[in-house]
C-alpha cells in the first residue's frame, strides 16, 4: 500500500509520529506474536497493549491493528514489506 504523497513526491506524514496499521490473516495461535515481534523489531518503543483485534464474522480471519511509532519512510516501507511476506500474513493495509 503506497503511502501518501503531496503532488510534487514529497511525504504528506509529519515525523515522528503515531501510525496504525492493520494486519489481516487467518486466525490461528502465534498469528498476533508473530505480528507484534515484527513491530518491535522496526519500533523498539512497540506497546503489545495496544493491539486491537477483531475477528471475522465467519471466525476464520483475524484483523490486527498495531499502532507504532514511524519515524521515516524508509521504516514504514520496509515494515510493510515484512509484514506483506510474513507466511502468516494475506493483508497489509
Known amino acids: ?3 501518501p504523497e503531496s503532488p510534487n513526491g514529497e511525504s504528506l506524514i509529519t515525523y515522528p ?3 496504525p496499521i492493520k494486519v489481516m490473516g ?3 495461535d502465534g498469528l ?6 515484527v513491530a518491535k523489531k522496526f519500533d523498539p518503543s512497540f506497546d503489545a497493549a495496544t493491539v486491537e483485534l477483531r475477528e471475522s464474522k465467519g471466525g476464520n480471519y483475524l484483523g490486527v491493528t498495531i499502532t507504532i511509532t514511524a ?3 524508509e521504516q514504514l516501507d520496509e515494515l510493510y514489506r515484512t509484514l506483506s511476506t510474513h507466511p502468516m500474513v494475506k493483508v497489509v493495509l
Open 26 to 28: 487467518n486466525k490461528v
Open 17 to 19: 509520529c503515531k501510525f
Open 32 to 37: 498476533v506474536h508473530a505480528i507484534t515481534m
Open 71 to 73: 519515524t521515516s519512510r
Open 1 to 3: 500500500m503506497p503511502l
